[in-house]
């Protein structure tokens, strides 16, 4: 199986929308370009997210 090298997925995904953001970590900005190609399961998505918040606030709670 072939890998995708950065170039052929900004070819890709060049059409596809854009979110450009700006973050400073340890005093180094990085940007960072999010192409939204749609290929996630939204379900499984925010069922995951709702999943580890759950289990992070249940795991908070019994430690205190």
């Known amino acids: 199986m072939k890998k995708t090298t950065l170039n052929e997925l900004n070819e890709m995904y060049e059409n596809a929308p854009q979110r ?16 939204f190609v749609g290929n996630k399961n939204l379900d499984k998505v925010l069922y995951d997210i709702a999943f580890r918040r759950a289990c992070e606030e249940t795991l908070k709670e019994m430690s205190a």
């Open 20 to 35: 450009t953001a700006e973050y400073e970590i340890d005093g180094k900005m990085f940007i960072v370009t999010s192409h």
